[in-house]
Nanobody
Framework: VQLQASGGGLVQPGGSLRLSCAGS????????MHWYRQAPGKKREWVAY???????KYGDSVKGRFTISRDNAKNTVYLQMTSLKPEDTGVYYC???????WGQGTQVTVSS
């Protein structure tokens, strides 16, 4: 079972990135899927979730800038991030709520 997170990188403030979380050996469509992030020296922070029926919710710090979505045919969940700020910097992790599977994380750095 694997959750492969990808799409991170270095971006300037105000820029955009799209993260992907692809499932291998596990079906993502049946579970609530979360994105979390962890900045250096800080606790892991919840970012967003999407339910199997498509209901979404966001943390206050990303509301209006990030969009979570899922493509069940590709067994993948996405996090579209826009208007990025330096405080969005961190390692982003996807999580499958059922069985509490975690991806390995992808680094996002927002800096000029």
């Amino acid at each position: 079972v694997q959750l492969q997170a990808s799409g991170g990188g270095l971006v300037q403030p105000g820029g955009s990135l799209r993260l992907s979380c692809a499932g291998s050996g596990t079906i993502l469509s049946i579970s609530m899927m979360h994105w979390y992030r962890q900045a250096p020296g800080k606790k892991r922070e919840w970012v967003a979730y999407v339910t199997p029926s498509g209901v979404v919710k966001y943390g206050d710090s990303v509301k209006g800038r990030f969009t979570i979505s899922r493509d069940n045919a590709k067994n993948t969940v996405y996090l579209q991030m826009t208007s990025l700020k330096p405080e969005d910097t961190g390692v982003y992790y996807c999580n499958r709520a059922i069985n509490n599977y975690w991806g390995q994380g992808t680094q996002v750095t927002v800096s000029s």
